[in-house]
């Protein structure tokens, strides 16, 4: 099974383009970033899941993948109706603080702190009893989830419930604002591989990425929600200037580089 997981992997990656949270640059990034802080058990543990491929391979699987597999990791029709797709951000409040639930009034909201913490857990407990497809996939959408919740514009806030799906202007190009975060704005200031970007962003030093990992993925995604409201006062058809660009690249490195720290750190505790 994993090897036919693999093979369908493959040839996405070969056909498909960049989309999505951080995009493929950024995904791989965050999981290089991971992968060469994984300790030589938790390192050894994920060869054995993934047949020797690295999680980079699988960092954009869920995008590839948005409704592929979700049984794998315990929802189906009968269970949860609504998870046709999988959420892929999360919500707060105006004030920066996280919104933890499925609803806001009458409106079914996609949450994915709600949705990816029993996948943390069960893997947690299970992973030596699971089966081969079951592993991979939530390996997938820990990796991937992860990097998605430290991305500035997947946050629906109330004043901002699209999560930026609006058109603004950068470099007299027409993007959307969610896009620009994911995509644009990275590969306009790092044109390189992933390999590339990760050793530019990756310069913390050891007593800096331990005080980084501390805390859990409510903690992240508050932190992110903070830290980011700024981007709300940008609204449809805003001019994003050089000058902001260069001060939201410092943002999405900084970002990147905790999502890898982070994400290598609740690989190693799950996988001690």
Same mark, same amino acid.
């Given at each position: 099974m994993k090897r036919v997981i693999i093979l369908a992997i493959c040839t996405i990656l070969l056909g498909a383009p960049s989309a999505f949270a951080w995009g493929r640059l950024g995904h791989a990034t965050i999981a290089k970033i991971a992968e060469d802080h994984l300790t030589p058990k938790a390192k050894k543990t994920i060869?054995?899941?993934?047949?020797?491929? &690295?999680?980079i391979q699988y960092a954009s699987y869920p995008d590839d993948f948005r409704s592929v597999h979700l049984i794998d990791i315990g929802f189906d029709a009968t269970n949860s109706p609504r998870m046709t797709v999988w959420g892929h951000s999360f919500q707060a409040n105006n004030d920066g603080t996280l919104y933890l639930s499925?609803? +806001?009034? #009458? %409106?079914y909201v996609k949450n994915c702190l709600l949705r990816i913490q029993p996948v943390i857990d069960n893997f947690g407990k299970n992973? +030596? #009893?699971? &089966?081969?497809s079951a592993r991979v996939v939530s390996l997938a959408y820990i990796v991937h989830i992860i990097g998605d919740l430290h991305c500035p514009k997947h946050i629906r806030y109330e004043d901002e419930p699209t999560s930026g799906q609006y058109p603004i /202007? /950068?470099? *007299?190009k027409k993007v959307s604002h969610h896009s620009y975060w994911d995509g644009h704005l990275l590969k306009a200031f790092h044109d390189w591989g992933y390999m590339d970007v990760a050793a530019l962003v990756d310069r913390y030093s050891n007593k800096e990425r331990k005080e980084i990992a501390k805390g859990n993925i409510l903690d992240? =995604? =508050? %932190? *992110? =929600? +903070? %830290? &980011? +409201?700024?981007?709300?006062s940008r609204k449809e058809g805003y001019k994003v200037s050089r000058l902001e660009s260069t001060k939201d690249i410092v943002h999405a490195e900084r970002q990147i580089a905790r999502a890898g720290y982070r994400l290598a750190a609740?690989? *190693?505790?799950?996988?001690k």
């Amino acid at each position: 099974m994993k090897r036919v997981i693999i093979l369908a992997i493959c040839t996405i990656l070969l056909g498909a383009p960049s989309a999505f949270a951080w995009g493929r640059l950024g995904h791989a990034t965050i999981a290089k970033i991971a992968e060469d802080h994984l300790t030589p058990k938790a390192k050894k543990t994920i060869d054995k899941y993934l047949d020797g491929k &690295s999680i980079i391979q699988y960092a954009s699987y869920p995008d590839d993948f948005r409704s592929v597999h979700l049984i794998d990791i315990g929802f189906d029709a009968t269970n949860s109706p609504r998870m046709t797709v999988w959420g892929h951000s999360f919500q707060a409040n105006n004030d920066g603080t996280l919104y933890l639930s499925e609803r +806001r009034g #009458n %409106e079914y909201v996609k949450n994915c702190l709600l949705r990816i913490q029993p996948v943390i857990d069960n893997f947690g407990k299970n992973h +030596r #009893n699971m &089966s081969d497809s079951a592993r991979v996939v939530s390996l997938a959408y820990i990796v991937h989830i992860i990097g998605d919740l430290h991305c500035p514009k997947h946050i629906r806030y109330e004043d901002e419930p699209t999560s930026g799906q609006y058109p603004i /202007f /950068f470099g *007299n190009k027409k993007v959307s604002h969610h896009s620009y975060w994911d995509g644009h704005l990275l590969k306009a200031f790092h044109d390189w591989g992933y390999m590339d970007v990760a050793a530019l962003v990756d310069r913390y030093s050891n007593k800096e990425r331990k005080e980084i990992a501390k805390g859990n993925i409510l903690d992240w =995604a =508050a %932190e *992110n =929600a +903070r %830290e &980011s +409201r700024y981007t709300v006062s940008r609204k449809e058809g805003y001019k994003v200037s050089r000058l902001e660009s260069t001060k939201d690249i410092v943002h999405a490195e900084r970002q990147i580089a905790r999502a890898g720290y982070r994400l290598a750190a609740l690989l *190693n505790e799950l996988l001690k």
